[in-house]
């Protein structure tokens, strides 16, 4: 039932992304946007990362939706005659998303068991510790204090500052687009 569930996700995340390519007006193509997003979140829910699906949710489909947004009024856009585009991109977007709909037929083939097995033919690429200099710390830490909290403390204990500069930075930027919007006004 998981399988019918992601596929379904899968889906709609595919066909908002093209109807979000494909949508001349602005404001239409960011809400075509915000639907690819909510999908993937979904995505990740099946998948047991809940917390980056909350992360997807807040930060894309929020935060940065809403800068988008306000970029656009800013900018003030105005409507185009129509919303979709011409045969060309219409055509080009239908075999993307056929290109892309096959790849998800094909990996209904692999199982499970057929994934473990081809792994098991590769063993220096089955423990994340090889691949990775750091795996074997940060399933450790993962041990120890939840996902969240291994995410947390690097931080908030090592990039504070730069996470601190970040926000007064983006703060600054919304202060002077409200500025510059005031001005036209």
Do not use: H
């Not at 105005?78 to 991109?89: H, I, K, M, N, V």
């Not at 473990?116 to 691949?131: H, K, R």
Request: charge should be neutral; hydrophobic fraction near 60%.
């Amino acid at each position: 039932m998981t399988e019918v569930v992601f596929y379904i996700f899968a889906a709609i995340a595919v066909l908002s992304a093209a109807l979000c390519i494909l949508q001349r007006s602005p404001m239409v193509s960011a809400l075509w946007l915000v639907s690819t997003m909510c999908s993937l979140a979904a995505i990740y829910v099946l998948l047991n990362a809940q917390f980056i699906a909350a992360i997807q949710v807040l930060v894309y489909a929020g935060a940065i939706m809403v800068l988008f947004l306000f970029v656009i009024m800013l900018l003030n856009l105005g409507d185009a005659g129509s919303d979709l585009r011409g045969p060309s991109t219409v055509a080009a977007t239908l075999v993307i998303a056929g290109l892309l709909s096959v790849e998800l037929l094909a990996l209904t083939r692999y199982t499970p068991r057929r994934l473990a097995n081809e792994l098991s033919q590769w063993p220096t690429f089955t423990d994340p510790a090889t691949v990775f200099v750091a795996g074997q710390v940060t399933q450790q830490e993962s041990a120890a204090r939840g996902v969240v909290g291994a995410l947390a403390a690097p931080l908030f204990q090592v990039y504070l500052i730069p996470f601190e500069i970040t926000s007064v930075l983006l703060l600054a930027a919304i202060v002077g687009a409200v500025v510059l919007a005031k001005r036209n006004v």
